[in-house]
């Protein structure tokens, strides 16, 4: 099954933290000039972090999830 499409305004927390409750909010998604899709995320509990990724990067589980949802383990 293919990963689903994100949507600005959903909600990530990073896989790879320790930090369990940080969570980024998608907040624009757009085709850089070599034809990647690419999100503007920005941090829930500090405006002031922001961070650009690719798409492929935001919906692989075993970097980040939908906030909310239970954790995974990779091994």
Partial sequence: ???KQPQVGN???DVGTS???AVWILNE???S???IDHARLTSASDPTARKTLAVS???DTRRFVLAG???RNVG
């Fill in 1 to 3: 099954m293919a990963p």
């Fill in 19 to 21: 930090f369990r409750s």
């Fill in 33 to 35: 000039r070599d034809g």
């Fill in 57 to 59: 990067v935001v919906v």
């Fill in 29 to 31: 998604i757009f085709t």
């Fill in 11 to 13: 909600q990530y927390r």
């Fill in 69 to 71: 949802m239970p954790d």
